[in-house]
């Protein structure tokens, strides 16, 4: 259970409420998301000195340590996108009548910076974990970035279920970037292929002789994997996944100015 189910239950806490967190935080009024950028930049400054901490500590510690130190990390370009800090240079919809690559142009604009932020936290991760003994950190962020590379492009490609609802007001022009269809080319590869590694990872997870830090950190590492495969399939229904976190978007509710007398 310490090594394989505890981490699964952390990874499905963490997703649930830290994407609920995140959510939360670009619903309530413009005039508060300096504060919570800053909060999130003090955050990601301790996640980096924590993940430098443990890069060669082995043990259950360190692989907690450094698997909720990079979810610190990730949110932190999570909340300068969502809050409209770090998206691109293009901050309007799509013109009209734009197809093939100058759509895709286009899309490239509209989060060009926050691809360029993407790459710098990982070179960050891997500049204050490199050459330790502790995997947990880099593991988590690749497979947070891939994943969130395929969502992105399946997006773009088309997919039934859009989930715009989760937009903040000042990002609803994203939505215009998406294509809504019953699905995309690329859908099922990349759902085939998350589940290859997800195999992978579980059975390594599971093999004679592996450490339970090892282990612990390679069930972090599946169970991500897993409700990242979920957020695809999520795609392909039309399941109202506001109802997973209905709670957090309460920020986005403004109370009805009384008439005046």
Sequence with gaps: MDTHGLPALTTLFVWWFSTGAILYLDGLPRKTFGWSLAG??????????????????????GSYVAFLCTIGVWGWQEVAFLLGFVTGPRREPLPAGSRGWRRAGFALETILHHEIAIIALAIAILSVTWGGANPVGPWTFAVLWAMRQSAKLNLFLGVRNLSEDFLPEHLRYLATYFSRRSLNPLLPVSLALSLGVAVLVWQ???????????????????T????????????????????IWGWSLRSRERPVASPAA
Excluded: I
């Design 40 to 61: 999130a930049s003090a955050v990601l400054a301790a996640c980096l000195y924590g993940l430098h901490a443990t890069r060669d500590l082995t043990s259950l510690t």
């Design 224 to 243: 991500l994997l897993a409700l990242a495969m979920l957020e695809h399939v999520f795609m392909l229904v039309p399941f109202p996944t506001t109802r």
């Design 204 to 222: 390594a997870s599971v093999a004679p002789g592996v450490g339970t830090d090892r282990a612990a950190g390679l069930s972090f590492v599946g």
